[in-house]
């Protein structure tokens, strides 16, 4: 089955701490996304990767960090420098090019 | 600034009845359009696009609709159905872009039998 996952599902950080979000696809897509949602908002985007060992900014990328070492992978860590860490986050993959992103499940991050 | 607007935060429909999500976008260089639905505590699903050179798509229950010189978009989805309801996204890509999404904040559609 090809798809996206994300885990954990839920994560639990105490103030201060680093983590990281795993994001894996098997779709063979070039090009993957993360964004993040808070409540009554829509999904915003942090970081995005076209192709392996390229990655840009997106619109709230302050305080978070990632890497594309594979194709089928693009994980997130959320560090101490993200001032409002605790929201839902879901990465996306797509061929590339004006197309449709698929998203993973999603991954709840609560900061204590 | 947004970019895209979805005015109207939720909306009830009867079961069997037409319901329609409404979208405004304000830049004109977006040349695709998509439509996510989405449930509490999951990842969007993809519905429905179109390109900004149609004026219309559709697939089996859910046809969208695209209004340029308005600058508007949407969702119709007849007939509603229970499991309709959720979370509806519209999101526009830029034209010459990196494949960015802008999305909306949302419709909650309730389909009520």
Redesign the interface.
């Known amino acids: 089955d090809g798809g996206i996952t994300q885990s954990p599902k839920y994560l639990f950080r105490k103030e201060g701490q680093n983590v990281t979000l795993s994001c894996e696809q098997n779709l063979n897509h070039d090009a993957m996304y993360w964004y993040r949602q808070d409540p009554g908002q829509g999904l915003r985007l942090i970081y995005y990767s076209q192709i392996v060992n390229d990655f840009q900014k997106g619109d709230i990328a302050e305080g978070y960090s990632v890497s594309r070492e594979k194709k089928e992978s693009f994980p997130l860590t959320v560090t101490s420098a993200q001032k409002n860490p605790t929201a839902f986050y879901l990465c996306a993959s797509s061929i590339g090019g004006p197309d449709t992103q698929y998203f993973g499940p999603g991954t709840r991050l609560t900061v204590l | 600034d947004q970019q ?1 607007k979805q005015n109207s ?1 939720s909306l009830s429909v009867q079961e069997g009845r037409i319901s329609i999500l409404n979208c405004d976008y304000t830049n004109s260089m977006f ?2 359009f ?1 439509w ?1 639905k989405k449930y509490p ?6 519905l429905i ?1 179109i390109s900004s050179i149609k004026d219309k798509n559709e697939d089996g229950r859910f046809t969208v609709f695209l209004n340029k010189s308005a600058k508007h978009l949407s969702l119709h989805i007849v007939p509603s159905q229970p499991g309709d309801s959720a979370v509806y ?1 519209c ?1 526009a ?1 830029l ?1 010459g ?5 802008i ?4 419709t909650r559609l309730a389909v009520h039998p």
Not at chain 2, 41 to 46: C, L, M, N, Q, S
């Open positions: 895209v935060p040349d695709y998509l996510y505590a999951e990842g969007p699903t993809f696009s996204f999101a890509i034209s872009g990196y494949n960015k999404l999305f909306g904040a949302g």
